[in-house]
């Protein structure tokens, strides 16, 4: 029996109730795993650094590479950020990195020799595909071969889930609007005001990231869609609470407080929404 199965037996430094099994198969978290292997240190060292660097820079291109997808789509810097769990202060600089006079441009990050094959490996393994000539296929395709049911595949073979992504889109938006007129009650319970100023209405930040996205995935009509669902969910909720409605003029007559321009659209796109929302209840 070598040192490192003595070792193991004995349960030096761990609980000895542990069975054999259970402490082999959590031995190599801890510092006795090096136990006679010194002429290996160094290499194991060395290769550990190897994959730690790999890593970190595989991390850096799935970045660059997921915030380079979702700017193409049309998505914004903060919808972005809270798809990825990073911070805006992070996909700005990237996206600023990858634009040229305003139009998204390819950059290119290159691993050093040694290590590039395994990060090109984590890297494909993020993107979930096992070759280059995998990669090829790109989302529409994967989507067409898959069995999700929310998939609509149209008539001329484009496969497109705009509908579902719409409706999750309204959901969140009715959300909000139920949230906005509880924050308001809040707010008037406290004595702070008895009746909201509806002229200073604030759709607010939440809302104007959905309008957005809204607009991203349903155009302009999306884009008005988002405020329609807000609106009947803070009526309703208003009603409800023995208040009267918020007007459809009022609550987009401040439209410009809850969009940013131009990180979430410029200002003309902002007001075809506003138009068409008008357009809507103007009889």
Do not use: C
Request: net charge negative; no cysteine.
């Amino acid at each position: 029996m070598n040192r490192r199965e003595e070792f193991l037996d004995s349960g030096a430094e761990r609980n000895e109730s542990d069975t054999r099994e259970e402490r082999l198969a959590g031995w190599w978290q801890t510092a006795s795993f090096g136990l006679a292997l010194g002429r290996r240190a160094g290499r194991a060292a060395a290769t550990a650094r190897r994959s730690v660097q790999a890593a970190e820079i595989a991390q850096a291109l799935v970045d660059q590479q997921a915030v380079y997808a979702l700017l193409d789509e049309g998505h914004n810097i903060r919808w972005i950020a809270d798809q990825l769990s990073m911070s805006r202060a992070a996909v700005g600089r990237l996206a600023k990195s990858m634009k040229r006079g305003g139009e998204l441009t390819d950059v290119r990050m290159t691993a050093p020799p040694g290590i590039d094959e395994e990060t090109k490996q984590l890297v494909l393994r993020a993107w979930d595909v096992e070759t280059l000539e995998e990669s090829l296929e790109d989302d529409a395709y994967e989507a067409k071969n898959s069995d999700v049911d929310e998939t609509v595949i149209m008539e001329k073979g484009e496969t497109v889930d705009t509908k579902h992504r719409m409706a999750k889109i309204l959901d969140r938006a009715a959300e909000v609007g139920r949230y906005a007129e509880d924050l308001e009650k809040g707010i008037s319970a406290g004595g702070r005001t008895s009746r909201p100023d509806d002229a200073l209405h604030h759709l607010g930040d939440d809302t104007g990231r959905l309008i957005s996205e809204g607009r991203s995935v349903g155009g302009v009509s999306g884009g008005a869609d988002v405020i329609d669902a807000y609106l009947q969910a803070f009526n309703e909720a208003r009603t409800k609470n023995g208040m009267r409605q918020l007007p459809p003029r009022m609550a987009v007559k401040n439209l410009q407080w809850a969009i940013v321009t131009p990180e979430q659209m410029t200002v003309e796109q902002r007001e075809e929404i506003r138009e068409e929302f008008t357009r809507r209840h103007s009889s």
